[in-house]
């Protein structure tokens, strides 16, 4: 594979979040609104592109028995980083992620690119796939945190589409909305692949 | 707080899954069928209360004393998947049959955001010993709870005819969706 598709690969065909499914807790949880998606996003994105660049340069250096437990402790030491940076610059962002910040360290899509990915390839093709995993992942939570704030809460970015006389539906902001509309997203998706991919 | 109102709030109220969105991976793979949804919902329970038990000491008995509770997410990663490999070793060994029934859930359980998760709230819920464990107890039963109901539902689907599009996530997330707003019922039955 050339750079440039290691790089769109995890944008659209292997989306980790509409093709994929990987890393739906925080999907779900912090798409209330959408400036937590893009925050959301890069902190994940940060964290992929670290471990992959440095799980790829250890490659040779990591016994394979050990592997995981190594893959997980590096990707615990970015988590802490991005963690101690956004509670000292981001404190209202932070908050409002909470306890999902120190979950990227289970995120699934870290994992599984260390496994799947970084762990047989050179340094810059590993930082060029956790950086289009991790752009699709912000792009796809993104989108529905959007989908959830304008149905919610009238608004996308704190920006209010809406007129103040029509109703919002508040259960998209609420978990069931989560759900719903991630459901429903998959299914655009799905549909629009098998669509375009004849 | 009484131990009453963490149960109904952790089983019920907040519940882990449809409320909380931890565990939602295994939520969503493993709902397939009763049974095992069983045998993932025993193995939860058990790494769960063990986990909230140990890094509550670890963390006030080592971490504090030391001023390095910055480092609660990596010690606490490694608790979880040290212990997850020790209970795996003490199961084969002593009680070969629940490892028979556990067996293929418990080296899942190290990646359940659930059992990471719970383990950090209950040291930012401020709980005692004894708070945390029973949390963390009502927490995995309220789990296992969530993962039944969404398994009975999905091995009735499996003989209706869905479109095509909405076969296997999609239609899983929605009626997770679903049961997530039976849940929201519960609110407001705990001050």
Known sequence: MSNVSHFTNGLVKSNPTFVLVLGTCPTLAVTTAAINGIGMGAATTFVLVCSNLLIAALKNVIPDKVRIAAFILIIASFVTVVDLVMKAYTPDLYNTLGIFIPLIVVNCIILGRAEAFAQKNSVFPAILDGLGMGIGFTLAITLLASVRELIGNGSIFNVKLVSDNISTFLLFILPPGAFITYGYLIAIMNRLRARYSN | ?191
């Not at chain 2, 009680?95 to 359980?109: D, E, F, K, N, W």
């Not at chain 2, 040291?123 to 039944?148: C, D, H, R």
């Open chain 2, 1 to 191: 707080m009484d131990y009453l109102n963490i149960i109904i709030l952790a089983l019920l109220v907040n519940n882990v899954v449809l409320a909380q969105f931890l565990g939602i991976c295994p939520f969503l793979g493993v709902s397939g069928k009763i049974s095992t949804s069983l045998g993932m919902g025993g193995a939860v329970v058990f790494v769960m209360a063990l986990a909230n038990l140990v890094t509550y000491l670890v963390y006030n008995f080592i971490l504090v004393p030391l001023g390095i509770e910055f480092m609660q997410t990596i010690t606490f990663i490694l608790i979880i998947a040290f212990l997850v490999q020790v209970v795996e070793i003490i199961l084969k060994k002593s009680v070969p049959s629940l490892y028979q029934a556990l067996g293929i859930y418990l080296p899942l359980i190290t990646t359940n955001c659930a059992v990471l998760g719970i383990a950090l709230l209950a040291i930012q819920k401020n709980y005692s010993l004894v708070q945390s464990v029973v949390y963390s107890s009502a927490t995995a039963v309220g789990f296992t709870f969530a993962l039944i109901l969404m398994a009975g539902i999905r091995e009735q689907l499996e003989l209706l005819g869905t479109p095509k599009g909405m076969k296997g996530f999609p239609l899983s997330l929605i009626i997770a969706g679903l049961l997530s707003m039976a849940f929201m019922g519960f609110s407001g039955l705990v001050k």
